[in-house]
C-alpha cells in the first residue's frame, strides 16, 4: 500500500514538471554592436556607432542601454565612470546612434542592453569601446 501512494506521488510530481514550459523567455535572437564610423573628415576621426537589431522580440518590448563614459581606458569595463552615464530607449527595434569623442569627453565607453518584455528581464554584460586606434 505504501508502494502505492510513492507510485502516485512520483507520478504527480513529474507531471508537473513535464507541464512546465522549458524555453527561456530570454533566449530570443538581436544583435547589438559598437563600430567605428568612417572617417570622412577630421572630426569623423573619433566618431562609432551603436548598431541594434531587436526585430525578434516582441513589439511591446522596452529595450534601453546605458552608456558610462570610462576615465581609466587601460581596465576596460572594470574602468571608473568620469562623467554623467546615460541612459536612452531604443525607438524602434532595428537602429542606430552615434557617440564621438567630444560629446562624451571620454576616450572610452562601457556599454549594456537592458531589455524587458512581459516574460523576461535581461541585463546583457557590459562591453567596452574605444576611440583611440590600435596599435
Not at 9 to 34: H, K
Not at 65 to 73: G, K, L, M, T
Amino acid at each position: 500500500m505504501k508502494s502505492f501512494y510513492l507510485l502516485g506521488l512520483i507520478l504527480c510530481f513529474s507531471s508537473g514538471l513535464m507541464a512546465q514550459n522549458t524555453e527561456n523567455p530570454c533566449q530570443i535572437a538581436y544583435s547589438v554592436e559598437v563600430v567605428k564610423k568612417e572617417a570622412t573628415t577630421q572630426k569623423d576621426q573619433y566618431s562609432a556607432n551603436l548598431n541594434w537589431d531587436f526585430s525578434a522580440y516582441p513589439a511591446e518590448s522596452d529595450i534601453k542601454f546605458e552608456i558610462v563614459p570610462i576615465r581609466d581606458c587601460w581596465r576596460e569595463v572594470e574602468g571608473k565612470q568620469f562623467g554623467t552615464a546615460e541612459v536612452f530607449k531604443a525607438q524602434a527595434d532595428k537602429g542606430s546612434r552615434e557617440f564621438t569623442l567630444l560629446g562624451m569627453k571620454a576616450k572610452c565607453f562601457k556599454w549594456r542592453a537592458i531589455i524587458t518584455t512581459a516574460d523576461c528581464n535581461q541585463t546583457t554584460d557590459w562591453k567596452y569601446y574605444s576611440f583611440l586606434p590600435k596599435n
